[in-house]
């Protein structure tokens, strides 16, 4: 059984910094994506960041390209996300996704494994 556990999130303060972690148990993502997405209450489900393969290519969304940074620890199953520069605007729950293969990465419907999230909220 797959599993995706995320943890990092937390209350913090316009131009902090905080990082999220998400382990996955039950099978390995090397040669497939791992990704972030967040949401917020009335909205839909939004890409945030992928990291695909063993090689590490990384995909963002414009909203969090420069701020943030996407990694993983292959050896570990391991996905982080680095945020940065902290904006009000990205008060959400954050969703770590896994998949097999790659596709189109921004699409949450794409990824079949999906963590509980974790609160992520910033302060004015």
């Known amino acids: 059984q797959v599993q995706l556990v995320e943890s990092g999130g937390g209350l913090v303060q316009a131009g902090g910094s905080l990082k999220l972690s998400c382990v996955a148990s039950g099978r390995t993502f090397s040669s497939g994506a791992m990704a972030w997405f967040r949401q917020t209450p009335g909205k839909e489900r939004e890409f945030v960041a992928a990291i695909i393969g063993s090689g590490g290519s990384t995909y963002y969304a414009d909203s969090v390209k420069g701020r943030f940074t996407v990694s993983r620890d292959n050896a570990e199953n391991t996905v982080y996300l680095q945020m940065n520069s902290l904006k009000p605007e990205d008060t959400a729950v954050y969703y770590c996704?896994?998949?097999?293969?790659?596709?189109?990465?921004?699409?949450?419907?794409?990824?079949?494994?999906w963590g509980q999230g974790t609160q992520v909220t910033v302060s004015s």
């Open positions: 996704a896994a998949k097999v293969g790659f596709g189109v990465l921004s699409a949450w419907a794409n990824y079949p494994y």
